[in-house]
């Protein structure tokens, strides 16, 4: 059974710009899961993106762990994941990450 990533909480959204990408880019922090799952516990983004999240970069603050932004299938929005490796980066950590806040900048469309 998958333990999601705490909720996505809008920090700010730039806008697509006219006659750009079509891009916009969205600031956000999320707590870690209760119970880590081994290759990345999801995150959803529903909340902060209408259509697509092609990428995203995540600092978990002050913490020895390097995260990764695994893109959800197709891009969607609802199942994103964010996989957590030791600073190392050698080895995937386990347990209770909910003490952890991320930071994260993403970029996705709402079409």
Do not use: W
């Not at 909720?7 to 209760?34: I, Q, R, Y």
């Amino acid at each position: 059974m998958a333990v999601s990533h705490g909720t996505a909480t809008l920090v700010k959204s730039v806008p697509a710009p006219a006659g750009g990408d079509g891009l916009k880019t969205v600031f956000f922090t999320f707590t870690g899961s209760t119970l880590y799952d081994a290759g990345g516990s999801v995150i959803d983004l529903s909340s902060l993106f209408g259509g697509v999240v092609y990428n995203a970069f995540v600092s978990a603050g002050n913490n020895d762990y390097q995260p990764q932004f695994v893109p959800g299938t197709s891009y969607a929005t609802t199942d994103c994941k964010v996989r957590l490796d030791d600073v190392s980066g050698t080895a995937e950590v386990t347990g209770n990450q909910s003490a952890i806040t991320f930071y994260a900048v993403a970029f996705g469309t709402d079409a």
